[in-house]
């Protein structure tokens, strides 16, 4: 019989294998300071462009203070046990209300993270009988949620209307036979290259299609929208989004998450959702926190002005200069390069040594073979300095790209580890 652990000795898995040559640099890096437009990366200052922080609440004086303030008031216990037993409070019912009426919900329930919030969100939606049918980039939490699920599940090609609609003439055919209904789920905002979920034609399909539809808006709530709402506000079909799911993680800078429904399905879900009722309380500091980036997001809308001001002219810089930045509809920024892994190593590496230019990079298995993602997320603290000066050095290592200068640096990582 084979140790449970060969596999782990013998294959670090495609992004593992890279570990050695990696680690503390283009994954697990350490970046240091206060979160900002500019940090500290190795010792070296850099303008910090993955960092999802939008409206620029990480490092906001008032929110500091309040962060603080609440911390000293409440230390990082309180209340303790699960909501449903001794973890409720006046606070987190407060912040319900106001995160419910933010986004046009009658009701809506605390997460602790936007991931486990989600996984069991999907588990209490749906028992054995019911499908599920969702967009195949959907992030992990949506595919792991999934994974739980006992029934049937389809999977639409990305964002694609015709795909769905096959998909859900498959479910509604499949659903006559189990006699369960049917759950769609997609993103608001997809993270990796920013375009926004279809949701208006979605909800248009309710009008031939038996249907429920879940989004998840981490990267829409608090930048798209007139109010901050998100994406379906933006698309003017909030009312359509069966139930809305945002992360504290990204706009509010913070952690914890909620759902916003109707009245009826929260009260369900609140029953049900086994994330919430066998973990403890989202931690107070956080509640009250997330109550003073909820009244900023509300009062200040210069915050998503200045982020947007910063997207438009990242965005339209890079396309000027013939970047090719995807289909992007949202501040999530993508540009796309051409090259192996070790050649992007190498260009990540010159971007952040001789220009001072931290952004994330995606390669396989993430995206597709031969193709580099440089990932930028702009926020309300970048300046236009910031951006051009980016601009002027993605220039530069596209030049470098191009003339091979990135495959000799790298001549010697291949031959250790091939492409
Ligand atoms: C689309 C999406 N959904 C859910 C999550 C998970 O949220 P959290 O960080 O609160 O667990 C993320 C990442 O943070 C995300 O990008």
């Not at 930048?223 to 990204?250: N, R, S």
Request: proline letters at 2%; charged letters at 25%; glycine letters at 10%.
């Amino acid at each position: 019989m084979k140790d449970l652990f060969e596999k782990i000795y013998r294959d670090k898995g495609p992004l593992g294998k890279w570990a050695s040559h990696a680690e503390g640099y283009f994954v697990f890096p350490k970046l240091e300071g206060q979160i900002s437009n500019r940090m500290k990366f190795q010792g070296k200052d850099v303008i910090t462009w993955s960092i999802n922080d939008y409206l620029g609440l990480a490092n906001h004086p008032e929110v500091r203070k309040v962060d603080a303030e609440a911390g000293i008031e409440y230390g990082s216990a309180y209340p303790m046990g699960a909501r449903m037993m001794s973890g409720h409070t006046s606070l987190h019912e407060q912040l319900q209300d106001e995160l419910a009426a933010f986004v046009s919900k009658e009701s809506s329930y605390l997460l602790n993270f936007g991931y486990q919030g989600m996984v069991s969100t999907i588990d209490a939606l749906v028992t054995k009988n019911d499908i599920i049918v969702y967009d195949v980039d959907a992030h992990a939490c949506i595919i792991d949620g999934v994974r739980l699920h006992m029934g049937k599940r389809f999977t639409y090609r990305h964002n694609d209307i015709e795909s769905i609609e096959k998909n859900l003439d498959r479910a509604t055919k499949m659903a006559a036979q189990t006699g369960g209904g049917i759950l769609v789920i997609t993103e608001g905002v997809f993270g990796m290259r920013g375009e926004q979920g279809r949701l208006k034609e979605i909800v248009a399909l309710k009008k031939d299609f038996n249907f429920r539809l879940l989004v998840d808006d981490a990267h829409g709530f608090g930048t798209l929208g007139k109010t901050g709402a998100g994406a379906g506000e933006e698309q003017g079909v909030q009312d359509d989004i069966d139930v809305y799911f945002a992360t504290f993680a990204k706009s509010m800078a913070g952690t914890g998450a909620f759902i916003a429904a109707d009245k009826e399905i929260i009260d369900y879900l609140k029953y049900n959702l086994r994330s919430q009722m066998f973990a403890k309380s989202l931690q107070m500091q956080l509640v009250v926190g997330a109550l003073k980036r909820l009244d900023m997001l509300r009062t200040m809308p210069e915050l998503k002005e200045n982020l947007w001001k910063i997207v438009n002219a990242l965005q339209s810089g890079l396309k000027e200069r013939g970047f090719d930045i995807g289909t992007t509809q949202s501040c999530v920024t993508p540009v796309f390069l051409q090259g192996s892994v070790p050649e992007a190593m190498a260009l990540v590496r010159d971007l952040r040594e001789n220009h001072g230019i931290f952004c994330s990079i995606v390669v396989y298995p993430v995206v597709p073979k031969g193709v580099i993602l440089l990932r930028m997320i702009p926020t309300a603290t970048h300046t236009l300095e910031d951006v051009e000066e980016t601009l002027v050095a993605f220039s530069a290592i596209r030049e470098r790209l191009k003339n091979g200068t990135y495959k000799r640096l790298s001549a010697a990582v291949v031959a250790e580890l091939g492409e």
